[in-house]
C-alpha cells in the first residue's frame, strides 16, 4: 500500500521535492504485516526542521528494534505540496515507504512548541482522519502527542487521543503491547473506548476522553475521572539520570534535604523549572546552588508531609 506512483509526477510541481522521497543515510524500510503495532512518527513542521529531531529518531530507532512494532517517519508539508496533496485527493504519507498515514495503527507527534498545533490539525485532517477525538472509529488511528507542549495538554484535548508526559524510550513499547491487543481483537465496533481506557492505565499517559473536566471561562475548575481505575493525578515517565552526577539526582536532593524528608524525582524533573517553595525555605541556598551547578539544572521535587506542597515556585 503506498501512494508513491501518484505522488511522484506531481512532485515536479513543487519546491524541494527532496524533502518527501526519503532514500536517507540510514532510513528503514520496515515491512508491514497485520501482527506489527505501525506508528508513525510525525513531526509537525518541516522536513528540514524536523529531521534533526533526536528525540524522533531515537524512538524511530526503538521502536523498529521491537519484534511486535515499526515506524516510519512524517512531516508537515510545505503548502505547495499540500495544495497539490488536496486537489489530488491524496493523503498524508510517510517518507520510508510512502504508505498513506490512516493505515498506520497510531501517529505520533512531536509537540515541541505550541506554533505547531495548527500544523498538527492540518495534518490529521490531511491523513484523513477525523479531526476531532470523539467522531473517530475503530479503523482510524489514535491519535498520540508526546514532547515539550504536552506538559499542558489541555489545549489540545479534544483532538488528541493519547498523550505521553515525560520520556517516551520506555512508555512507546508499553503502548505497543497494548494497541497489539487491540488489534489481535479485530478492533470491532466499541473497541476504541476499551483500548484508550487500557492505555489510561499506562504509567505516565493522559486519556483525555478519560476525564470529565468543569471550567469557568479559560479556568480549569473540576477534571473528574470516569472510571476507578484511571490514575486520579498523573505521573510522566522519567529515565534514571544517576550518570549525570557522580551521585546521581535523587542522591544530590536528598543530601540537601531537611532530615526526616524524603524526595523523588516529579515527571517535570528536568523539563520544568520548578521546585517546591518550602524547599528554598527550609535548605540552606548556598548548598542548593552547589548541588545544581554539579550539571543537575532544574528539578521539581516532591517532598512528604510539605506544608503547602501546592504553592510551586523558582530558586534561581
Known sequence: ???????????????????????EDGAIRPRHDGSKVAWLL?????????????????????????????????YA????????LRSHDLPLFSVDTHRPAGAFDLLAFNLSAELVYTNLLNCIDLAGVPVRAAERRPEHPLIVAGGHCTYNPEPLADF??????????????????????????????????????ALAAVPGVYVPSMYDCVY???????????YLDVARRLRGRA???????????????????????????????????????WLARHVDEDELRRVFNLGIGWCAVVAEAAPDESAIGRIT
Open 1 to 23: 500500500m503506498t501512494v508513491w506512483t501518484q505522488l511522484e509526477p506531481l512532485l515536479a510541481k513543487v519546491q524541494k521535492p527532496a524533502r518527501y522521497i526519503g532514500c
Open 42 to 74: 510525525v513531526y509537525p513542521d518541516t522536513y528540514e526542521i524536523g529531521l534533526p529531531n533526536q528525540g524522533l529518531q531515537i524512538l524511530y530507532e526503538i521502536l523498529n528494534e521491537r519484534p511486535d512494532a515499526l515506524a516510519e517517519r512524517s
Open 77 to 84: 508539508p510545505w503548502t505547495d505540496l499540500e495544495g497539490v
Open 160 to 197: 488528541l487521543d493519547v498523550v505521553v508526559l515525560g520520556d517516551g524510550e520506555e512508555v512507546v513499547g508499553e503502548i505497543s503491547e497494548v494497541v497489539a491487543e487491540w488489534k489481535a481483537g479485530g478492533r470491532t465496533e466499541g473497541s476504541r473506548q476499551q483500548v484508550l481506557r
Open 216 to 226: 469557568d471561562g479559560p479556568d480549569l475548575l473540576a477534571p473528574t475521572r470516569l
Open 239 to 277: 529515565k534514571a539520570f544517576a550518570h549525570i552526577t557522580g551521585g546521581g539526582i535523587l542522591g544530590n536532593l536528598e543530601r540537601v534535604l531537611p532530615e526526616g524528608r524524603t524526595a523523588e524525582l516529579d515527571w517535570a524533573a528536568w523539563e520544568r523549572p520548578q521546585v517546591f517553595r
